[in-house]
């Protein structure tokens, strides 16, 4: 393996780097160097901030890197082969204390807690003994390739340091230009294990790389003509601050970010030399194991390819029989679905203005149902939580390889809101009937709603999420809107909101099919538009999504449909004691969790309210 540069200055940058960790409290610091823990709550917060210091940036995204904790603000989390090997490190000793606990006179949500750390930890620590990729803890993305055109830091750590990064004072400037002065190492940390993997014989898509090689061009050229958004970030929001925050901002990105990011890019373009077309992890050394540990961390069942991929086939055809009388009602009437579905999105007057005028209209159109959505929440829930949600367009840089639109919610304090990230490179991405399920489903009772609720349990819980559970709740989410009304004089809104869920059925044929039967690229962005009538603009960047992320998408319809199924077992076992709003707040307050635990939780709300 290439050994990389260590320059004085990046020596001074980490040597700073450790000099932060130095200074966090002891509880920050590391949890083997504090007291044992004297009860399982106190357990699952010990193993709580241990995970934060792995990855500060989650700190500060939570609101948490303040007080006793301030010293994560100026940290980045280590990417490099030994940051990983240190993370599997405190995952197995973590778990070995959370599996010597005796529940027996625990309180259910402790023991749902203990249950959630056991399943995390469990499915990561068997990602991580895998000969590549980047594994989440507790996460949706997991990836065999640390970097490609929708993961990496080049990407990530921009979004985080404008989006999450507070800049309110001297002291959050400098935690800004700490961090910043840690991206090099960082960005070289991914590079050894680009390295590694290529080694073992993992080499991306061509296509994905010819994606990922354009965007760091792109990234790049921004950097040199005056640091790009890295220093503007800054810049804008330190105007009422003394200090050369300009400069040394500059200074960094031109001295050690920008020959870090041309270190990667001269990697991705060695790879690139020697890609293949195939899109899927079977044509790839350990591809079909990876893809089997993928499809378990996304659906938290034990579901093999085939059954999802008959699965998804089953779910469609039943969905496009709910969408063809409304089809035939509008006039549709020749044709399959997928086929009228197009025609529907071809009408001029569910489009969006194009260029800047379309990009505002976008914006506003979605505020106004986040605005609605938000009003009818009480009849859906019997404990409200505020809904703080922004709407932001994804960074630049970020639009050409990333989804539709992804939300989520924002610190546990509030003072960092949720946020609905809307993809607007052009406004053909998005009709007028299928915005609004977009946006039930990132922001409100979606992704972000959702959030908030997590965000009132033990500290452990708030970091730790299951992609079937956040991914299900999100369709559910959209479900939930229609129910409350969403499109009760809009038929139209209704064909989008069943193409929504249609369209995550798809996944799970075109995700299986992508990665366990040999499909090409092109096979699965005909079968999006051929059967559902999606967009080529929209699938397109779908379809590369899940050649990075394989397994993630069959995650959604999973946990919607078993969403959906413990709702009807509350229903046909409470009879008239069934109430929604009940349901819902036991799904909520029940927290993220894997799709077995989210059973027994609904048993307990059950014997609940037969009581």
């Not at 210091?53 to 303040?66: F, H, K």
């Not at 990876?290 to 469609?316: K, N, V």
């Not at 077995?596 to 609940?608: F, H, K, M, P, S």
Request: glycine share 10%; aromatic share 6%.
């Amino acid at each position: 393996m290439q050994t990389l540069p260590m320059s004085r200055r990046r020596a001074l940058h980490l040597l700073a780097a450790g000099t932060a960790t130095l200074t966090l409290p002891a509880c920050a610091r590391s949890v083997a160097s504090a007291p044992p823990p004297q009860s399982a709550a106190e357990l699952l917060d010990a193993i709580a901030w241990r995970l934060l210091e792995l990855s500060p940036t989650g700190a500060t995204g939570l609101g948490l890197d303040i007080g006793a904790h301030a010293g994560l603000r100026a940290r980045l989390g280590d990417s490099s082969p030994a940051g990983v090997a240190k993370l599997a490190e405190t995952l197995r000793a973590d778990l070995k204390a959370v599996e010597a606990v005796d529940a027996a006179g625990l309180d259910a949500a402790t023991r749902t807690s203990l249950a959630v750390v056991r399943s995390a930890y469990r499915t990561a620590l068997d990602g991580l003994a895998l000969p590549y990729g980047d594994v989440a803890v507790g996460g949706w993305r997991n990836t065999p390739y640390v970097v490609i055109q929708n993961v990496g830091a080049y990407l990530d750590t921009p979004r985080f340091l404008d989006a999450d990064h507070p800049v309110r004072d001297a002291a959050d400037a400098d935690a800004y230009l700490a961090r910043l002065a840690q991206m090099d190492a960082q960005l070289d940390g991914e590079l050894a294990r680009m390295r590694a993997a290529a080694d073992h014989g993992l080499i991306p898509p061509d296509f994905l790389l010819d994606k990922t090689i354009a965007q760091m061009t792109s990234t790049i050229a921004d950097a040199r003509a005056g640091g790009g958004g890295l220093v503007t970030s800054l810049t804008q929001r330190t105007q009422a601050i003394a200090g050369q925050w300009d400069r040394r901002a500059r200074a960094i990105v031109a001295d050690e970010v920008v020959p870090a990011l041309e270190r990667q890019l001269a990697e991705l373009k060695r790879q690139r030399a020697l890609a293949s077309g195939a899109p899927g992890m079977r044509e790839r050394p350990g591809g079909s194991e990876f893809y089997a540990w993928a499809l378990r961390a996304s659906t938290t069942t034990p579901l093999t390819a085939d059954e999802i991929h008959e699965r998804g086939q089953q779910e469609l055809a039943a969905l496009h029989a709910r969408m063809d009388p409304i089809l035939r009602s509008l006039g549709y009437a020749q044709g399959s679905v997928g086929e009228r579905m197009s025609a529907l999105g071809a009408d001029r007057r569910f489009m969006f203005a194009d260029g800047d005028p379309g990009r505002a209209e976008i914006m506003d159109f979605i505020r106004k149902h986040i605005t609605w959505i938000k009003g009818q929440m009480p009849r859906a829930f019997r404990t409200l939580v505020p809904g703080n949600v922004e709407v932001r367009r994804l960074p630049l840089a970020e639009e050409p390889g990333a989804p539709t639109a992804y939300g989520g919610a924002g610190s546990i304090d509030g003072s960092i809101p949720g946020k609905m990230w809307i993809n607007l490179r052009t406004t053909e991405l998005h009709r007028k009937y299928d915005l609004p399920t977009l946006v039930h489903h990132e922001s409100i009772p979606g992704h972000v709603w959702q959030g908030e609720y997590a965000n009132k349990l033990p500290l452990i819980r708030s970091i730790l999420a299951f992609n079937a559970y956040s991914e299900g709740w999100a369709l559910y989410g959209e479900q939930l809107a229609d129910e409350l009304g969403a499109y009760d004089d809009d038929p139209v809104g209704r064909l989008g909101y069943l193409q929504s869920i249609a369209f995550r059925a798809c996944r799970m044929v075109v995700d299986t099919g992508l990665h366990s039967r040999g499909w090409s690229r092109e096979q699965a962005i005909r079968f999006f538009m051929e059967k559902n009538g999606n967009k080529r603009q929209e699938v397109e960047n779908e379809v590369d999504r899940y050649c990075s992320w394989p397994g993630q998408a069959c995650g959604y319809k999973v946990g919607h449909s078993e969403i959906n199924r413990q709702r009807e077992r509350a229903k046909a076992e409470l009879g008239p004691a069934y109430d929604l709003r009940d349901f819902d707040q036991a799904v909520v307050d029940g927290g993220n969790v894997p799709l077995d635990v989210l059973a027994d939780n609904i048993t307990r709300y059950i014997a609940g309210s037969r009581s």
